[in-house]
Every structure is written in C-alpha cells, then in structure tokens.
C-alpha cells in the first residue's frame, strides 16, 4: 500500500528550463509534506516543506504547490541547474505520529543537461 | 556542527547472521530515526526513538530491532537475516517537530 508515490522514475531537462517534479498521496490525514533531495552516496538532505494549511511555499529557486483536493503536490526547480541532478523524494507526515515518522515516495531521478 | 554519524557504512553478512548498526545524531537533537531504502522501495520508516523510548514503529517483522541511550546514539539490530535485508539503512535525527529530518550517509548492509 505506497501511500506516497512518486509515478515518474526519472526526469530529464535543459539547464536553465524548469523542472517540474510530481507526487500523489492517497492519505488524506497527511499535513506536513516535505522534499528531500539525495546524491549518490550521502544521506537524503531537507530541501523545502509545506503545511496543509497552505498551497504554496517558496524557497529561492524552489517552490512546493499542494493541491489538498487532488491529493497531489510538485516541486518546481527554476532555473534548473546542473548540480541539481539528483534523486528527489518526497514525504508526508500526518503529525500525529510526531515527525520522525515520515511516509516518503519512491523517488525521482533528475537529470539537468548542461 | 557535526552531521549525523552512521557506523559502520559498509558491510557484508551472510543470512542467518545478525549486524548492529550504530547512529550518533547531532548535537541536542533527542530523536532518532532509521530508515531502509532498497532499489525502487524508496524509504520505509522503521522505527523512531525519543528519550531512550521507542515512540513510533513501522511495518518490519521483530527480527528489526532498536534502542536508544541516554546520550542519544541510537543502534538497531537485525537478526537471523534474509537475503532481501540486503539495503541501505538511513538513520536521521532531528530537533524540533517539523519533519525536518537530517540523515546520515547510512551503512550499506550486503547479505549473502
């Protein structure tokens, strides 16, 4: 039962473009959602989050868009750049469970092309 | 500030073996996480400690085990393993409630 996913295993785009990368949850207690990003060989990394109350959140070249009705979120890298070539998870928290519970997806491979 | 330490970061067993890996998290954060990540799984919650007291538990048989000391480092332990305990295991620690977890490089556990 993947609560979180991740549909699309890999992303490709041109340095400079956006990269747009997608998740669906299917539980609707979820309310803290979060991005990680992880290169090969090190520990995932915090990147951006966002609360239910919200729709949007914005970080520098990052923003989070929630879509509580379709139970879906994105990650919006823009500009892409290279070094951003990494896989990218993200993750629910229902807040209850208290936050070191998190449900992540299975990831996606993005590819930023020079 | 130092990171999350995990130890050991690589390691080969053969099945019916058991391993012990140790997480050391950063400075003044009290709870502790360990995760699996296997090829195409993503990451599985599998356990969570705060205050030497297990507060949240995955969907792993009790061949998973951990615990905390009073000093925060935190050790799980696999017993009798299979072939498909074969993964990387992620520890994070964090600090404040907001799901802003800091992972360690993980140990990378081969069973054979």
């Known amino acids: 039962d993947q609560q979180v996913k991740q549909n699309s295993p890999s992303l490709s785009v041109q340095e400079g473009r956006i990269s747009i990368l997608n998740c669906d949850y299917t539980?609707?207690?979820?309310?803290?959602f979060l991005w990680y990003k992880k290169y090969p060989a090190e520990g995932p990394t915090f990147l951006i989050s966002?609360?239910?109350?919200?729709d949007k959140n914005e970080d520098g070249r990052f923003t989070v868009f929630l879509n509580k009705s379709a139970k879906h979120l994105s990650l919006h890298i823009v500009p892409s750049q290279p070094g951003d070539s990494a896989v990218y998870f993200c993750?629910?928290?229902?807040?209850?469970?208290?936050?070191?519970?998190?449900?992540f997806g299975q990831g996606t491979t993005l590819q930023v092309k020079p | 500030k130092a990171g999350v330490t995990q130890t050991p970061r690589y390691l080969i067993k053969t099945r019916g073996q058991q391993v012990t890996l140790s997480c050391s998290p950063i400075?003044?954060?009290?709870?502790v996480s360990w995760y699996q990540q296997t090829p195409g799984q993503g990451l599985q919650f599998l356990f969570e400690?705060?205050?030497?007291?297990?507060?949240n538990k995955g969907n792993f048989p009790g061949r998973f085990s951990g615990r905390q000391f009073s000093n925060s480092r935190s050790e799980m332990n696999v017993s009798t393993l299979e072939l498909g305990d074969s993964a990387l295991y992620l520890c994070?620690?964090?600090?404040?409630?907001?799901?802003?977890?800091?992972f360690g490089e993980g140990s990378r556990l081969t069973v054979l």
């Open positions: 966002i609360s239910s109350i919200k």
């Open positions: 400690y705060f205050s030497e007291t297990q507060r």
């Open positions: 539980n609707s207690m979820f309310d803290y």
């Open positions: 994070a620690s964090s600090f404040r409630n907001t799901g802003e977890l800091f």
């Open positions: 400075s003044g954060h009290r709870s």
């Open positions: 993750a629910a928290s229902d807040g209850s469970s208290n936050t070191g519970k998190l449900i």
